[in-house]
T-cell receptor, first 110, second 112 residues
Framework: RKEVEQDPGPFNVPEGATVAFNCTYS??????FFWYRQDCRKEPKLLMS???SGNEDGRFTAQLNRASQYISLLIRDSKLSDSATYLC???????????FGAGTRLAVHP | EAQVTQNPRYLITVTGKKLTVTCSQN?????MSWYRQDPGLGLRQIYY???????DKGDVPEGYKVSRKEKRNFPLILESPSPNQTSLYFC???????????FGPGTRLTVL
């Protein structure tokens, strides 16, 4: 089993749609969680950190479920510019390790 | 402007010809790392460095070397490249491992 698993997609959605991605992690001792965005052939960039209480940044909402060991990313009112690959990243302090998921590809069409 | 730079951005080489990919950051970050990205596998860590003269293996270190003689630079060395090292390579830096990772623009390497 991979340490961090994501549905690779692609998720093809029309503009204005709401789309949600999930990411599961295997290490229950994981401490910090992030979503990164990666445009085609470009470097990953931090989209948002994921806090225990959940957090929102504009159209983006991230949530953490420690009991079920998954994090989620919700994108509302999708824009063409949201088309990208979204990487789930988990930090395990016990192993002093940052683990990247393989990413979920989102394609927003007109 | 805060940034991580990598050079070269693209490289085609042949098996066995030693090469170095440079990485430099101007944010005074202590933590630097190298990743390779392959389709379906995500980013896998090759080596990392917690500070000057402190380096350690990541998940896929075989065939690679690194050095950290200065805080800002963290070159990746392939002593004898092989075709299975064909990949997209990213350098990253951060204040601490659990902090935001700042990535360089990537180096696309092809080994024939």
């Amino acid at each position: 089993r991979k340490e961090v698993e994501q549905d690779p997609g692609p998720f093809n959605v029309p503009e204005g749609a709401t789309v949600a991605f999930n990411c599961t992690y295997s290490n229950s001792a994981s401490q910090s969680f992030f979503w990164y965005r990666q445009d085609c052939r470009k470097e990953p960039k931090l989209l948002m950190s994921v806090y225990s209480s959940g957090n929102e940044d504009g159209r983006f909402t991230a949530q953490l479920n420690r009991a079920s060991q998954y994090i989620s990313l919700l994108i509302r009112d999708s824009k063409l510019s949201d088309s990208a690959t979204y990487l789930c990243v988990v930090f395990s302090g016990g192993y002093n390790k940052l683990i990247f998921g393989a990413g979920t590809r989102l394609a927003v069409h007109p | 402007e805060a940034q991580v730079t990598q050079n070269p951005r693209y490289l085609i080489t042949v098996t066995g010809k030693k090469l170095t990919v440079t990485c430099s950051q101007n944010m005074n970050h202590e933590y630097m790392s190298w990743y390779r990205q392959d389709p379906g596998l995500g980013l896998r860590q090759i080596y990392y460095s917690m500070n000057v003269e402190v380096t350690d293996k990541g998940d896929v270190p075989e065939g690679y070397k690194v050095s950290r003689k200065e805080k800002r630079n963290f070159p990746l060395i392939l002593e004898s490249p092989s075709p299975n090292q064909t990949s997209l390579y990213f350098c990253a830096s951060s204040s601490r491992l659990a902090d935001t990772q700042y990535f360089g623009p990537g180096t696309r390497l092809t080994v024939l």
